[in-house]
């Protein structure tokens, strides 16, 4: 069964930055495309990045840039100029989201 463990999260000030971690054990990051989602309070979970089995990623946030490790079974999201619209819950999963959610991680953007 995959597991899936979201860290790197906490409270950062409008423009500041996070790196986001995604580390996965019962299965084997390389075979699969691999995605960041985001749950704002009150709001559907959306997708923020895709990270691809050839390690090319696409993000629909510009400011955000995602980085795996198949060797390691990790993978990041680098989050740049921070607002208060990017906070939420941020969680990983396989692309489509077939897996099992993890807890996520708590971003909270604000003064």
């Known amino acids: 069964q995959v597991r899936l463990v979201e860290s790197g999260g906490g409270l950062v000030r409008p423009g500041g930055s996070l790196i986001l971690s995604c580390a996965g054990s019962?299965?084997?990051?390389?075979?699969?495309?691999m995605s960041w989602y985001r749950q704002a309070p009150g709001k559907q979970r959306e997708l923020v990045a895709v990270s691809r089995v050839d390690e090319t990623w696409t993000s629909e946030i510009g400011r955000f840039t995602v980085v795996r490790d198949n060797r390691k079974n990790i993978m990041f999201l680098q989050m740049n100029n921070l607002d208060p619209e990017d906070s939420g819950v941020y969680y990983c999963n396989r692309y489509p989201a077939l897996w099992t959610w993890g807890q996520g991680t708590q971003v909270t953007v604000g003064a």
């Open positions: 019962g299965n084997d990051f390389s075979l699969f495309h």
